[in-house]
T-cell receptor
Framework: KAGVTQTPRYLIKTRGQQVTLSCSPI?????VSWYQQTPGQGLQFLFE???????NKGNFPGRFSGRQFSNSRSEMNVSTLELGDSALYLC??????????????FGSGTRLTVV | SQQGEEDPQALSIQEGENATMNCSYK?????LQWYRQNSGRGLVHLIL?????REKHSGRLRVTLDTSKKSSSLLITASRAADTASYFC????????FGAGTTVTVRA
């Protein structure tokens, strides 16, 4: 079955702009989580969506937001981009939310560069 | 903030040798997972060990967990060039909290 699809793969934006990233989970998976990876801070949890509802949120400013559609596809939005937002953004797909005894499936990521 | 630390930060070994990396975490866990990342791409789930398990095997991978010391180790036996990657441990508590990772280079 198809894996987790993230689009676009690469993105270059200017400071102050906004950006929208997309994630299509594995068919049948209803939970999508987003992570930011930077050399300085490593991998950090942004938020999780399940059944179109945000279930969990990490410690990021309000400029970072997301949503999930009825087909489980998710988008994350970053407004008023800053240079420090340059990162690899990863989404992870899972069948359900909460604690469970199997791993997550990650997409290949979107590499965002803010200039 | 990250859950814990991984040791060493980087590891360089010859093909055929074993690679061992360690992970420490701070809070009680439900399970601990290991992931691999090749060249800044997505993470691949390798193995999950539950908090009531002490050791688990999957192919050339062996994971141990010591909850009293809040630590885990990942052993890759008979390494191959394709094992060159960064390896991350992560604790799962409604979200994944990752360590800083160990970069493994396998020399041919």
């Amino acid at each position: 079955k198809a894996g987790v699809t993230q689009t676009p793969r690469y993105l270059i934006k200017t400071r102050g702009q906004q950006v929208t990233l997309s994630c299509s989970p594995i068919s049948g998976h209803r939970s999508v989580s987003w992570y930011q990876q930077t050399p300085g801070q490593g991998l950090q949890f942004l938020f999780e969506y399940f059944s179109e509802t945000q279930r969990n949120k990490g410690n990021f400013p309000g400029r970072f937001s997301g949503r999930q559609f009825s087909n489980s596809r998710s988008e994350m939005n970053v407004s008023t981009l800053e240079l420090g937002d340059s990162a690899l953004y990863l989404c992870a797909s899972s069948p359900k939310t909460g604690r469970f005894e199997y791993g997550y499936t990650f997409g290949s990521g979107t590499r965002l560069t803010v200039v | 903030s990250q859950q814990g630390e991984e040791d060493p930060q980087a590891l360089s070994i010859q093909e055929g040798e074993n690679a061992t990396m360690n992970c420490s975490y701070k809070t009680s866990i439900n399970n601990l997972q290991w992931y691999r990342q090749n060249s800044g791409r997505g993470l691949v789930h390798l193995i999950l060990i539950r908090s009531n398990e002490r050791e688990k095997h999957s192919g050339r991978l062996r994971v141990t967990l010591d909850t009293s010391k809040k630590s885990s180790s990942l052993l890759i036996t008979a390494s191959r060039a394709a094992d060159t990657a960064s390896y991350f441990c992560a604790t799962d508590d409604y979200k994944l909290s990752f360590g800083a990772g160990t970069t493994v280079t396998v020399r041919a």
